[in-house]
């Protein structure tokens, strides 16, 4: 673009077309059938139509601007042969005004030719909205982010009173600061602050996070690399946690012990599209770290990138569906599999322990004229659990054997209340089952844990797509002695999110 404003704009329609051609020639495969070939050249007027209307638009503007520049000319002649009155002439205020206006649309030339007048917020590569900024600015710098606060009333305050206090949070403010080399290396980072504050060393009270860093190398659309600290492919939530794409203020409790939530590892691996509608992300990573793992999972075993033990690796890999014959139906699985001593730990004969670990998981989605439906189950298994056990001894034993799943309901009923807005209002239902200890090794009873049932409901309004109010109300019901330090209560929460 900044190389055609040495140019006369029809050379440069010219030039970007002839340039949209190549591109579009040398991009797809050779077309097998007339109707492949007539959906391309379809295509290719598309681009020749945009290329015409912008290319248009911005000689009107540069026309507008040459008319002023003509008129300051005159302006300023006849300001120099108009006589003076008390040191001023009768043409000053004329001047300004015109070299205002001048100054104006320069800016306004500038900006269209420059800056886009709207940002797409659509999901790219297994990512958030706006984490997907990156992938679509032409070159540089890409800024993005999201943020959510609520307020938490234990409306039913049972067990330890010091974990149910009602709390008002700043739960998470998060910066995506993103760099794109050229067409085909692409640096994504994701920057968090959580609760308000660093929390000086407590990490409940707040911490800042690099929740992912990757470089991706966008080679093919089958076959695409990403290498750096990425997040595990599993789930709903883990990927794709912005708050406007998900229901609730707090994110799904089986998305948060079953499956870890924000887990992240470092690793390389592929992902892209195999065939029209089939995605896949397959990496290896550093395994887990099984001596931090606990009755109530194995979120604390992640490495998080901050020197991660790494003897021990693990494989994730996830396949997504979205078949154009059911539009707006997603289904999908995932799994991590791999070792989790990490040479910390040996049996009663001084050999080392293998601690694999292997979790397993099933998800479908199904939007379809503003009904929203949702389901997802997990289920993990970890070997020699014996020898984990007598760690946390104080705590129970931890789980050989642990699953959840939930369901949830949501219908957009803005288009009933008011037909002409563009705003959106949903009331969502959602029904959870997990178990962190749902087996244990031969010989250990089951103690505590987290065994619950959880019936929610709650209501999402966006009065624009960037922003989220939310208030919802859970009844949970545990079926066993709730561990020290997790707070157990029905709860109302009222909340806000926003993206951008």
């Known amino acids: 673009m900044i190389i055609c404003k040495q140019f006369k704009p029809s050379a440069c329609l010219a030039g970007a077309i002839s340039l949209a051609l190549g591109s579009a020639d040398a991009a797809p495969p050779i077309p097998n059938t007339m109707e492949e070939m007539w959906k391309i050249v379809q295509q290719q007027q598309k681009e020749i139509e945009a290329l ?61 030719l420059f800056i886009p007048e709207s940002r797409e917020y659509k999901s790219q590569y297994g990512l958030g909205p706006a984490a997907s900024n990156v992938y679509r600015v032409n070159r540089g710098i890409s800024i993005g982010g999201y943020g959510e606060a609520m307020y938490t009333n234990y409306a039913d305050p049972r067990g330890d009173s010091a974990t149910n206090k009602d709390t008002a949070d700043l739960e998470r403010a998060v910066i995506y600061l993103g760099y794109k080399f050229n067409d085909w290396i692409v640096l994504n980072n994701e920057f968090e602050f959580e609760h308000a504050s660093t929390g000086e060393g407590a990490e409940e009270k707040g911490e800042i996070s690099v929740e992912f860093s990757q470089l991706d190398f966008l080679l093919n659309p089958k076959y695409n690399v990403r290498a750096g600290l990425m997040l595990m492919p599993m789930g709903f939530i883990n990927e794709m946690h912005e708050p406007t794409t998900y229901h609730g203020n707090h994110r799904p409790d089986v ?12 690793g390389a691996g592929l992902f892209g599209e195999i065939l029209p509608g089939l995605e896949y ?13 606990s009755n109530i999972g194995i979120k604390e075993g992640r490495g998080g990138g ?49 601690f694999y670990t292997q979790l397993y998981e099933g998800h479908l989605q199904y939007k379809y004229r503003g009904l929203e439906l949702r389901a997802l189950g997990a289920w993990s298994r970890i070997e020699n659990t014996e020898f984990l056990n007598p760690i946390i001894a104080g705590d129970g034993p931890i789980g050989k054997e642990s699953f959840g799943w ?36 031969s010989g250990f009873e089951k103690g505590s844990g987290l065994d619950r049932w959880i019936y929610q409901a709650g209501l999402s309004y966006k009065p624009i797509d960037n922003i989220v109010i939310k208030a919802d109300y859970r ?12 707070p157990f209560g029905d709860e109302f929460n009222l909340g806000f999110g926003f993206i951008y």
């Open 306 to 354: 901050s020197n991660a033990q790494a003897e021990d690796f693990a494989f994730t890999a996830r396949l997504d569906y979205s078949p154009n014959f059911v539009p707006g139906l997603m289904v999908g699985a995932s799994t991590f599999q791999g070792n989790s001593s990490q040479k910390n730990l040996v049996d009663f004969d001084g050999k080392g322990v293998d």
């Open 52 to 112: 015409k209307a912008k290319t248009a638009q911005n000689e009107a503007l540069q026309q507008e601007v040459n008319t002023l520049k003509e008129q300051q000319k005159t302006t300023l002649v006849a300001v120099h042969s108009a006589p003076a009155v008390n040191g001023k002439t009768g043409q000053n205020g004329e001047l300004e005004r015109k070299t205002d206006v001048l100054a104006t649309e320069v800016e306004r030339l500038k900006t269209q």
């Open 475 to 486: 009844n949970i019901r545990d079926r066993k002695l709730v561990p020290a330090g997790v």
């Open 281 to 293: 992300r397959a990496y290896a990573v550093n395994g887990l770290n099984a001596a931090n793992f």
């Open 255 to 266: 998305e948060r012990y079953i499956i870890p939530s924000t887990w992240r590892e470092m």
């Open 406 to 441: 939930y369901v949830e309901a949501a219908h957009d009923i803005m288009p009933f209340v008011w037909k002409e807005s563009s705003q959106y209002l949903a009331p969502f239902v959602r029904v959870e089952r997990y178990d962190t200890v749902a087996a244990v090794a």
